[in-house]
């Protein structure tokens, strides 16, 4: 089974944005229960912030994955690439 390329880019931004969304309910949480970070604390921290540089890039990527398809005369939402 082939999916096309701009499926992809949006299922994995609507992952990431409701993985992001989970941490940040998770870091308030643990923000209101302890005052010392722990190390998995900070890490959620780091992954929060690289996945809200990388959901923006994913964003930009999917218009140009369209801009392409229809620059070559493809269906953009067709599962044929």
Do not use: N
Request: charged share 25%.
């Amino acid at each position: 089974m082939t999916t096309s390329p701009r499926l992809l880019l949006d299922t994995s931004i609507a992952q990431l944005q409701t993985l992001a969304a989970f941490l940040a309910e998770e870091m308030g949480e643990y923000r209101q229960k302890t005052v010392v970070a722990s190390p998995e604390a900070r890490a959620c921290k780091e992954i929060l912030l690289t996945i809200s540089v990388l959901i923006p890039k994913l964003q930009a990527a999917r218009y140009v994955v369209a801009d392409e398809a229809v620059r070559l005369g493809r269906c953009v939402d067709c599962e044929e690439g």
